[in-house]
């Protein structure tokens, strides 16, 4: 049986992502920060563990948890906008964010990644097209996109130590989605969104470097 670990399960495409693949019988392991949250994944089936990404403890626990596992995938979806505003940007905004989206990255993907190479599998990252640096055409939103531009260098890195133990490594833009964060006028449903990841991972090599993904397959620029 395949196993999946699932980081940020809460919600939106993180809950999604479990949910399609426990329909496909995959063992799922999941995370999120609340107990009831975690619940509801147990409902669906998955091994659920709580976990807030900023607490270095909680990061440091759950590699114990996961210890010898084989995790044919592993997607680490947790992850904040921030302010919606621009300019200069207050130090709890900054904290949240950067701690929320890299700092947790630094931590945990060192990690998932031994993990994953015990299985020859796939490690993704939640990532967003606004983290390009060559295909960026505005400003808006500039502390997420920093957050995102630095999330793909912590990807690239973990490739350069972990792929030639046999991990592929994907930064994931996943759409503009219908959730809390992209808000009710998004382009696409969390379902077709998590169906378009599953489906790029399941196409990409055993031996794939970093690479940049829309949710569809299509490449990004880093």
């Given at each position: 049986m395949s196993t999946a670990l699932i980081i940020g399960a809460?919600?939106?495409?993180?809950?999604?992502?479990?949910?399609?693949?426990?329909?496909?019988?995959?063992?799922?392991?999941?995370?999120?920060?609340k107990a009831q949250d975690c619940e509801a994944l147990k409902q669906l089936g998955a091994e659920a563990h709580q976990l807030d990404v900023t607490d270095v403890e909680g990061c440091a626990g759950l590699g114990w948890k996961l210890d010898d596992e084989k995790l044919d995938v592993a997607i680490l979806n947790a992850g904040v906008y921030g302010p919606r505003h621009d300019g200069f940007p207050a130090q709890a905004d900054f904290d949240s964010v950067m701690h929320t989206n890299v700092l947790a990255a630094m931590r945990l993907l060192p990690i998932l990644a031994p993990l994953v190479a015990n299985a020859h599998g796939k490690l993704a990252v939640l990532s967003s097209h606004m983290g390009s640096l060559s295909e960026r055409s505005n400003p808006s939103g500039s502390l997420y996109r920093a957050s995102k531009a630095a999330l793909n260098s912590v990807l690239i890195d973990t490739a350069l130590v972990h792929g030639p133990q046999g991990v592929s490594c994907v930064a994931f833009h996943p759409g503009w989605v219908r959730t809390d964060m992209g808000g009710e006028g998004a382009d696409i449903s969390p379902e077709e969104s998590a169906a378009?990841?599953?489906?790029?991972?399941?196409?990409?090599?055993?031996?794939?470097?970093?690479?940049?993904?829309?949710?569809d397959g299509k490449p990004i620029a880093w």
């Open positions: 809460s919600r939106g495409i993180g809950h999604e992502i479990v949910r399609q693949y426990r329909q496909d019988g995959w063992r799922v392991i999941a995370t999120a920060r378009g990841i599953r489906a790029t991972l399941a196409s990409l090599p055993p031996t794939q470097q970093a690479v940049f993904r829309n949710y």
